[in-house]
């Protein structure tokens, strides 16, 4: 079973970021960018069922500027087996993202398509289940266990009363959470190795698939900022102005 | 045009954030219908008839949508769908798994966790945790959105909407196995005006029941960090914040949580905050309106005797 992993680079987690002067888009310029937290959890995934016989080898994509290869070589670091770059300084939104994802799953025929469920920056959670609409696949989205049988995937989801278990056939999409395992941290001689590891870069134009305009961002605004609140002195103080001042109790 | 609106229900029951979708569904303006997709789903169905401002409610009923598979039902709605201009889901984890795929099925991209209309086709979404908040406007001919519900007030339950039956029906695609569902006798962590959040320094789950006390005290929900979900005091389903639940309740307790920028993702639209922390350089003061530097093991306990 091949797995396809793609990752996206983003501004690093712990980073609190601004919006820029003319309001048109967050400042990341000299930020820390990091391979994005839950596409860090896809990739140890895939990596685990390669060490497990379950599959048979890694790819990682991303799609994003050149500065992802990064991101990439992190991914191979981790144990990706190769990795596939399409260059574009396009800010695609998710459909666009999803059908070249799966013009790649074409190609190379991945049985399995593990995707973090949502980006840190843009915050959609949709490129997975787009994936799975475009290839008419079945979706496993926010996964936190993930089980190979054969030809047959189950898989346990976190939902909002719990937990769901699902069992789909392959080609499947799975999507990961937070909970679906503890990503590792790529050691020294393997982040030399993944340098030597093929990475082929290709562009939008490599595909045939017709991305359009779909959104227009008119503006990007920093959020109201709450106003400086009290310190307390004692358990009776907070009751009593949550009681008189606030009235929320 | 019409907006169509998908109803978030377990069959039995009506959720509250339905009726949350539908008022952003009345800030665009139009008529507005709700698709109701299960299996017995005939409460449900009566709830939704009486949502304020609904003009229809559709009903898709068989048992192969009785668990709201993405795959067993996105296709229906995608059919309904030709005859909307806007296509509305709450951002629950329900309307997350499906929208997408209803989305690109209609080969539109859609708008994510939409907190404000500012027009028919151009919305308000918060993007980095909620740290910028963009205006967008949806060049698509149909726009495919989720509401975040937190932002919106659910309309009232005064309405009688007519009922018309579908008779869709599709072959099941992928297996339904099993669901363990938190049993809480708490209101829902999403609507609850009160909510008591824990984090890493309860240092177990037993220490959670002085905040599951104190939630009960004040009739509220219990919720948490992601480092208490983590550590494994309380299932995952309580979590808040980025990744876990966007909540904006009137009260908002957190105890002994430092208020990391993905926690504060989930709850810093609440109305009043109070952060209960023994460190008084952690973040979560930034936001509190009250903060009491205090020991939580000490502070708590005195809390539920003076409530």
Not at chain 1, 80 to 109: C, G, M, W, Y
Not at chain 1, 131 to 148: C, N, R, Y
Not at chain 2, 118 to 135: C, E, H, M
């Given at each position: ?5 793609p990752v996206k ?26 391979i994005n937290?839950f596409c860090e959890?896809a990739v ?71 995707l973090g ?133 | ?307």
């Amino acid at each position: 079973m091949k797995v396809l992993v793609p990752v996206k680079r983003v501004v690093d987690a712990n980073v609190k970021v601004r919006v820029n002067a003319d309001n048109t888009s967050v400042d990341t310029a000299n930020l820390k960018m990091a391979i994005n937290p839950f596409c860090e959890i896809a990739v140890e995934e895939a990596v685990r069922l390669k060490e497990a016989g379950s599959a048979s080898e890694v790819v990682v994509l991303s799609i994003g500027p050149k500065a992802s290869q990064e991101q990439l070589r992190t991914a191979l670091a981790l144990g990706a087996d190769r990795a596939i770059h399409i260059e574009t300084d396009e800010d695609l939104v998710p459909l666009s993202v999803a059908k070249l994802i799966h013009a790649v799953q074409q190609k190379e025929q991945a049985d399995l398509v593990i995707l973090g469920k949502q980006s840190i920056d843009s915050d959609n959670n949709q490129t997975g289940q787009m994936l799975a609409a475009i290839g008419k696949m079945p979706q496993a989205t926010f996964a936190s266990e993930v089980k190979v049988d054969a030809n047959q995937l189950t898989v346990t989801r976190e939902v909002d009363g719990g937990l769901q278990t699902l069992m789909l056939p392959l080609p499947a999409v799975v999507t990961a959470d937070l909970r679906l395992n503890e990503p590792r941290y790529a050691k020294l001689p393997n982040i030399m190795k993944a340098k030597r590891k093929p990475l082929e870069s290709l562009t939008p134009a490599d595909f045939d698939v017709t991305l359009k305009a779909h959104q227009n961002v008119i503006k990007v605004t920093p959020p109201a900022q709450r106003s400086a609140g009290v310190m307390v002195s004692s358990v009776e103080e907070l009751v009593e102005k949550l009681k008189n001042e606030a009235k929320v109790i | 045009m019409a907006i169509l609106v998908l109803a978030e229900h377990d069959n039995a029951s009506l959720k509250l954030d339905t009726a949350k979708v539908v008022a952003c569904g009345q800030a665009i303006g139009g008529d507005i219908d709700v698709l109701v997709i299960g299996h017995n789903c005939g409460d449900a169905v009566k709830s939704a008839q009486q949502l304020n401002g609904v003009r229809n409610v559709l009903i898709a009923d068989a048992a192969v949508y009785a668990n709201g598979l993405a795959e067993n039902i996105a296709d229906v709605i995608t059919e309904v769908a030709a005859d909307y201009e806007h296509v509305l889901a709450a951002a629950s984890s329900h309307g997350k798994d499906i929208l997408p795929r209803v989305a690109a099925l209609l080969d539109v991209n859609q708008l994510s966790e939409v907190i404000e209309v500012v027009s028919n086709d151009t919305f308000v979404r918060p993007i980095y945790a909620g740290n910028a908040l963009a205006t967008v406007q949806s060049l698509d001919d149909k726009k495919v959105m989720t509401v975040r519900s937190s932002a919106f007030d659910a309309v009232a339950t005064d309405g009688n909407a007519d009922l018309v039956t579908l008779s869709q029906e599709v072959a099941p695609q992928v297996e339904f196995v099993s669901q363990s569902l938190t049993e809480s006798e708490r209101p829902e962590l999403g609507s609850a005006g009160v909510i008591v959040s824990g984090g890493r320094a309860l240092g177990n789950s037993e220490n959670f029941t002085m905040l599951e006390q104190l939630a009960d005290k004040l009739g509220g929900a219990l919720g948490a960090s992601r480092a208490a979900v983590d550590a494994g005091y309380v299932p995952n389903d309580l979590q808040v914040g980025q990744t876990g639940k966007i909540v904006a309740p009137d009260l908002y307790i957190a105890v002994g949580i430092s208020g990391a920028i993905q926690h504060l993702a989930g709850m810093k639209d609440s109305k009043v905050i109070v952060a209960i922390n023994k460190d008084p350089e952690a973040p979560i003061f930034q936001v509190a309106d009250y903060g009491l530097e205090a020991d939580l093991f000490e502070a708590v306990p005195q809390l539920l005797e003076q409530l």
